[in-house]
């Protein structure tokens, strides 16, 4: 019998490992624990259950399933996990709102967005693992073209992305599907290329599917999704996992470009340090 994980990044382990093995309704708790750790730290079990579409006893069900005693033994982790990330009382206190539904009035609506976004956006480096970061970079790097895909919101980052790349001189096709040419835009990834996949719940369709065929083709394949557990971060090269702002069911996607944009700016300083060294080479040849 496995032993009952000892902090959230065992937790997150074990529950990812185990994801395909899970019941329907165990998975879909799965996802909202995973993606929403913050309200998962003090929200009521009564609560947590509503917002996850679920039943209490599910929620102790799951609990239960990783050899925890109840929920509250389990939830331990998740307000461990919170006070090392948000090392300030300002923030936790933020946190407990967030999780027990005290928002401001609606008048203030831009103030929420803003520090809704502005916490993310704190919290992205430390929840960013630098390894994935740098193989993302070296997969871009070393593809001839990078094709870009996103769909629905994700569309805005995947266009973005494009735009950026092409502004490092770095080769990109943005698919978009027009003229529900979607499948054979996918089908011109050449097998120098790479592609990269921006996707969040519910995954589009579309999106699956280009990812599906990649990883048949043996594409590089990096993806910037929401979730460990994300049907895309299973079958990727590299998975960049965000977690962005929520206010009143609405979600941001300040910290999705804030890292494409990393991945952009840091690709085009990779390039230029390659033809500074490619010029000095070639001084040294002629000298």
Same mark, same amino acid.
């Given at each position: 019998?496995?032993?009952?994980?000892?902090?959230?990044?065992?937790?997150?382990?074990?529950?990812?490992?185990?994801?395909?093995?899970?019941?329907?309704?165990?998975?879909?708790?799965?996802?909202?624990?995973?993606?929403?750790?913050?309200?998962?730290?003090?929200?009521? %079990? @009564?609560?947590? $259950?509503?917002? &996850?579409?679920?039943?209490?006893?599910?929620?102790?069900?799951?609990? /239960?399933?990783? +050899?925890?005693?109840?929920?509250?033994?389990?939830?331990?982790?998740?307000?461990?996990?919170?006070?090392?990330?948000?090392?300030?009382?300002?923030?936790?206190?933020?946190?407990?709102?967030?999780?027990?539904?005290?928002?401001?009035?609606?008048?203030?609506?831009?103030?929420?967005?803003?520090?809704?976004?502005?916490?993310?956006?704190?919290?992205?480096?430390?929840?960013?693992?630098?390894?994935?970061?740098?193989?993302?970079?070296?997969?871009?790097?070393?593809?001839?073209?990078?094709?870009?895909?996103?769909?629905?919101?994700?569309?805005? %980052? @995947?266009?973005? $992305?494009?735009? &950026?790349?092409?502004?490092?001189?770095?080769?990109?096709?943005?698919? /978009?599907?027009? +003229?529900?040419?979607?499948?054979?835009?996918?089908?011109?990834?050449?097998?120098?290329?790479?592609?990269?996949?921006?996707?969040?719940?519910?995954?589009?369709?579309?999106?699956?599917?280009?990812?599906?065929?990649?990883?048949?083709?043996?594409?590089?394949?990096?993806?910037?999704?929401?979730?460990?557990?994300?049907?895309?971060?299973?079958?990727?090269?590299?998975?960049?996992?965000?977690?962005?702002?929520?206010?009143?069911?609405?979600?941001?996607?300040?910290?999705?470009?804030?890292?494409?944009?990393?991945?952009?700016?840091?690709?085009? %300083?990779?390039?230029?340090?390659?033809?500074?060294?490619?010029a000095g080479d070639s001084d040294i040849g002629r000298a």
């Open positions: 019998m496995n032993q009952t994980p000892q902090d959230f990044n065992e937790l997150e382990t074990r529950v990812t490992e185990e994801y395909a093995t899970l019941s329907r309704r165990l998975q879909q708790t799965a996802r909202f624990l995973l993606d929403h750790p913050q309200e998962v730290a003090f929200a009521t %079990v @009564a609560k947590l $259950a509503e917002q &996850a579409g679920v039943t209490p006893s599910t929620l102790i069900r799951f609990a /239960n399933s990783f +050899g925890f005693k109840g929920f509250s033994e389990m939830q331990q982790l998740f307000r461990s996990r919170l006070v090392d990330e948000l090392p300030n009382y300002t923030e936790r206190i933020r946190a407990v709102r967030s999780a027990t539904g005290e928002t401001p009035d609606s008048t203030q609506l831009l103030w929420e967005f803003a520090e809704a976004n502005r916490d993310v956006l704190d919290q992205l480096p430390a929840r960013t693992d630098p390894q994935n970061l740098e193989r993302a970079l070296d997969l871009l790097e070393q593809a001839e073209i990078v094709h870009v895909l996103g769909t629905r919101r994700s569309f805005v %980052v @995947a266009s973005y $992305a494009a735009y &950026a790349f092409h502004h490092i001189e770095k080769r990109a096709f943005l698919i /978009n599907g027009l +003229g529900g040419m979607q499948g054979e835009q996918v089908k011109a990834i050449g097998a120098r290329d790479a592609l990269l996949v921006v996707s969040f719940s519910p995954y589009a369709d579309e999106s699956r599917q280009a990812a599906d065929e990649a990883r048949q083709r043996g594409i590089p394949l990096v993806v910037i999704t929401d979730s460990s557990l994300s049907p895309l971060a299973r079958i990727a090269d590299v998975a960049l996992i965000v977690h962005e702002a929520e206010v009143k069911s609405f979600r941001g996607l300040a910290a999705s470009l804030c890292l494409t944009q990393t991945l952009a700016i840091s690709l085009g %300083v990779r390039q230029e340090k390659g033809r500074d060294r490619a």
